[in-house]
């Protein structure tokens, strides 16, 4: 089974006081999900997640919460084993600029985004990140 190493990032902004994360749906599945995607030979985890981000929403102002980091590993759709690790990051931009692997985007506070997210593990990823934003 062949094995595939991703990062990505759970995004957030601050709006009137409160956070809200930053989700986009996919263009071949139509699953909400945080941006990511594969780690290129000669990257860290981190620059790949950054670089992802910036590929898939346009973002290039992320402050990265360095305290932060999230791995989930599962079996995707094609049969390979995945592991996924997600950041935490920050942006006051609002504007997204999407890729065409995804068809839309959208910023909800946490209750709406929970709701939204498909997979349980993504669930997850966001209590925590919003758990951390919540503690400071």
């Known amino acids: 089974m062949k094995k595939e190493i991703c990062a990505g990032g759970v995004i957030f902004t601050i709006r009137e006081g409160s956070p ?14 945080f941006p990511k995607g594969h780690v290129e030979e000669g ?7 950054q670089r992802e981000i910036k590929e898939e929403t346009g973002f290039c102002d992320l402050t990265h919460y360095e305290d932060f980091i999230e791995i989930i590993s599962f079996v995707n759709l094609k049969g390979n084993q ?17 890729s065409d692997e995804h068809v839309d985007f959208v910023w909800l506070k946490f209750e709406e985004a929970y709701e939204k997210i498909d997979h349980d593990n993504q669930k997850r990823i966001l209590k925590k990140a919003y758990q951390r934003i919540k503690n400071g």
Do not use: C
Request: proline fraction near 0%.
């Open 43 to 49: 990257e860290t985890l981190l620059e790949a997640a």
């Open 82 to 98: 995945k592991e996924v690790h997600h950041y935490l990051f920050e942006t006051n931009s609002f504007e997204s600029v999407i």
């Open 20 to 33: 809200y994360f930053l989700l986009l749906k996919g263009k071949t599945t139509g699953w909400w999900v």
